[in-house]
């Protein structure tokens, strides 16, 4: 069986922040020269509903406080799993239990011991949220046991990926499963709400040391022409998620390095076609509507030259990815002849630009969809509350959505399991259900594959979602910042410094 062991972590991906604040903490560059690494201002979004518990979390900004604050088990990087909180992550044989050893000597923020049945009591706690049971309700926590700094969490059906898939994913921990803001991470919350953003100070508790930059703040800008704006501005000094048309501004500034896009953690730009309601529990309406997109014009116009045109599946450029499937292509009157035997004259899309381009996408396909006969209607929705209210948007007929891209099969939990929170369009099969059970309970990675390409192509013919583009992860910062790593679009800055220029 494989083993994930501490390894150490060989990453320059974009990422951070900047000038302001007098604050500064001393550091020693390879010359032994002492430098000032100044405080670090991220422009992001948050929801009003953000809180503390991660179960809550639906905005970007709420990602990048909770793992500051919390750290995780294990953190999934473009290079695969690397442990933090834990120092291993053991599977038995039959990869029904997995043993996880804590590293010696955590501490919260608040000085308390960092115990295996701290995390025990928070994957449960996890595992109650309707947001997160899709990744921990597999978890048996009556049989799971602790002891010491090792907990051994036994499964109810055995998980060949629980550490890229489940741990990866997120695995936040606190003080008896009570996400209230003390943590064991990097960053320790000194105030703020999510109207106002957040102040948060380096940790000197923390296991790796106190992080060389002493404190971060989280600037709430929702939008991504805003957030290149406050970037050349100097009002804040790091963005993640920009749009395409920000590259071009930002690149006339000799002070601003935007780094090489990459379909690591790029967001997958998605029309969910709801089967819970008409016209879309039509298997051969969904299929009109698939025919009907030119992806290659979308694309091109949408998100130009950091744009990859989508197969409506997740993980394109990741190990598994099923490329033999073959491409939708527009095919506009096949659509006209389906919507019209099928009695679809008109439909409505709930749209909101959660991520850059999600409105205009939609706006565009107006576009598309007069061609085909079809009257289409955009019912635009506030980007901060959009993602909290998912129950409304299961009423609605289409709506546009979006996914951090990572591996296929680590996306099937969410988008398969009937009663999965993010199982957005609702489309289920038996004949997917029990493929998964399959690749997830096999060790066999060639076999696993195969698996996972049978999926997949159940879900490009018949499923609910039509994920048309790739955006590849944008990021932009002042230039001075080093030793940022992302892992699924956040910025993790413990091994991070910002010397600005003078």
């Given at each position: 069986?494989?083993?994930?062991?501490?390894?150490?972590?060989?990453?320059?991906?974009?990422?951070?922040?900047?000038?302001?604040?007098?604050?500064?903490?001393?550091?020693?560059?390879?010359?032994?020269?002492?430098?000032?690494?100044?405080?670090?201002?991220?422009?992001?979004?948050?929801?009003?509903?953000?809180?503390?518990?991660?179960?809550?979390?639906?905005?970007?900004?709420?990602?990048?406080?909770?793992?500051?604050?919390?750290?995780?088990?294990?953190?999934?990087?473009?290079?695969?799993?690397?442990?933090?909180?834990?120092?291993?992550?053991?599977?038995?044989?039959?990869?029904?239990?997995?043993?996880?050893?804590?590293?010696?000597?955590?501490?919260?923020?608040?000085?308390?011991?960092?115990?295996?049945?701290?995390?025990?009591?928070?994957?449960?706690?996890?595992?109650?949220?309707?947001?997160?049971?899709?990744?921990?309700?597999?978890?048996?926590?009556?049989?799971?046991?602790?002891?010491?700094?090792?907990?051994?969490?036994?499964?109810?059906?055995?998980?060949?990926?629980?550490?890229?898939?489940?741990?990866?994913?997120?695995?936040?921990?606190?003080?008896?499963?009570?996400?209230?803001?003390?943590?064991?991470?990097?960053?320790?919350?000194?105030?703020?709400?999510?109207?106002?953003?957040?102040?948060?100070?380096?940790?000197?508790?923390?296991?790796?040391?106190?992080?060389?930059?002493?404190?971060?703040?989280?600037?709430?800008?929702?939008?991504?022409?805003?957030?290149?704006?406050?970037?050349?501005?100097?009002?804040?000094?790091?963005?993640?998620?920009?749009?395409?048309?920000?590259?071009?501004?930002?690149?006339?500034?000799?002070?601003?390095?935007?780094?090489?896009?990459?379909?690591?953690?790029?967001?997958?730009?998605?029309?969910?076609?709801?089967?819970?309601?008409?016209?879309?529990?039509?298997?051969?309406?969904?299929?009109?509507?698939?025919?009907?997109?030119?992806?290659?014009?979308?694309?091109?116009?949408?998100?130009?030259?950091?744009?990859?045109?989508?197969?409506?599946?997740?993980?394109?450029?990741?190990?598994?990815?099923?490329?033999?499937?073959?491409?939708?292509?527009?095919?506009?009157?096949?659509?006209?002849?389906?919507?019209?035997?099928?009695?679809?004259?008109?439909?409505?899309?709930?749209?909101?630009?959660?991520?850059?381009?999600?409105?205009?996408?939609?706006?565009?396909?107006?576009?598309?969809?007069?061609?085909?006969?079809?009257?289409?209607?955009?019912?635009?929705?506030?980007?901060?509350?959009?993602?909290?209210?998912?129950?409304?948007?299961?009423?609605?007929?289409?709506?546009?959505?979006?996914?951090?891209?990572?591996?296929?099969?680590?996306?099937?939990?969410?988008?398969?399991?009937?009663?999965?929170?993010?199982?957005?369009?609702?489309?289920?099969?038996?004949?997917?259900?029990?493929?998964?059970?399959?690749?997830?309970s096999t060790t066999d990675e060639a076999k696993r594959n195969e698996i996972v390409a049978r999926i997949s192509q159940e879900l490009h013919d018949s499923g609910g979602?039509?994920?048309?583009?790739?955006?590849?992860?944008?990021?932009?910062?002042?230039?001075?910042?080093?030793?940022?790593?992302?892992?699924?679009?956040?910025?993790?800055?413990?091994?991070?410094?910002?010397?600005?220029?003078?």
């Amino acid at each position: 069986m494989s083993r994930w062991k501490l390894r150490a972590v060989a990453i320059v991906a974009a990422a951070a922040l900047a000038i302001s604040g007098c604050s500064s903490n001393k550091t020693s560059d390879n010359g032994g020269n002492v430098a000032a690494s100044q405080e670090l201002r991220i422009g992001t979004r948050f929801a009003p509903t953000d809180t503390f518990d991660p179960s809550e979390a639906t905005s970007a900004g709420a990602m990048i406080l909770l793992f500051s604050v919390y750290d995780s088990l294990v953190l999934m990087t473009a290079d695969g799993p690397v442990m933090s909180l834990a120092e291993s992550v053991e599977p038995n044989d039959t990869s029904d239990e997995w043993t996880v050893t804590l590293r010696k000597g955590l501490t919260f923020s608040d000085g308390t011991a960092v115990t295996g049945q701290d995390v025990l009591d928070s994957l449960a706690h996890l595992a109650q949220s309707p947001t997160l049971a899709a990744l921990y309700s597999n978890i048996d926590f009556e049989a799971s046991s602790v002891q010491g700094n090792v907990v051994v969490l036994k499964t109810k059906t055995p998980v060949a990926d629980f550490v890229e898939s489940i741990l990866g994913m997120m695995s936040t921990v606190s003080p008896g499963g009570r996400f209230d803001g003390v943590g064991a991470g990097p960053y320790i919350v000194e105030k703020g709400d999510p109207t106002t953003g957040y102040t948060l100070q380096a940790n000197a508790k923390y296991w790796k040391g106190k992080p060389k930059i002493p404190s971060i703040v989280l600037v709430p800008v929702p939008e991504s022409s805003s957030q290149a704006a406050a970037l050349i501005s100097g009002e804040i000094d790091y963005a993640a998620g920009l749009d395409a048309s920000s590259v071009a501004t930002l690149a006339q500034h000799d002070e601003i390095v935007v780094p090489k896009p990459t379909l690591d953690s790029a967001v997958a730009m998605d029309f969910v076609l709801n089967t819970r309601v008409a016209p879309f529990n039509d298997p051969e309406v969904r299929k009109a509507f698939r025919l009907t997109l030119d992806r290659e014009k979308m694309v091109n116009t949408l998100l130009g030259k950091t744009g990859e045109i989508g197969n409506d599946l997740l993980g394109k450029g990741y190990p598994g990815y099923p490329d033999m499937i073959q491409q939708t292509v527009a095919d506009k009157e096949e659509a006209r002849r389906i919507f019209a035997e099928h009695g679809v004259t008109s439909f409505e899309i709930a749209a909101s630009d959660t991520v850059p381009g999600s409105v205009a996408a939609a706006e565009l396909a107006v576009q598309e969809f007069k061609e085909v006969g079809v009257d289409v209607t955009i019912d635009k929705k506030d980007p901060e509350t959009y993602l909290s209210d998912m129950d409304t948007l299961y009423t609605k007929q289409a709506f546009t959505f979006y996914w951090v891209n990572r591996s296929p099969l680590s996306e099937f939990r969410n988008q398969i399991a009937p009663d999965s929170y993010f199982n957005v369009s609702g489309y289920t099969s038996e004949t997917l259900r029990s493929a998964y059970e399959a690749a997830v309970s096999t060790t066999d990675e060639a076999k696993r594959n195969e698996i996972v390409a049978r999926i997949s192509q159940e879900l490009h013919d018949s499923g609910g979602e039509v994920i048309w583009g790739y955006q590849m992860q944008i990021t932009a910062y002042r230039s001075g910042l080093k030793g940022v790593v992302l892992f699924q679009s956040i910025p993790w800055l413990v091994d991070a410094s910002y010397e600005p220029a003078a």
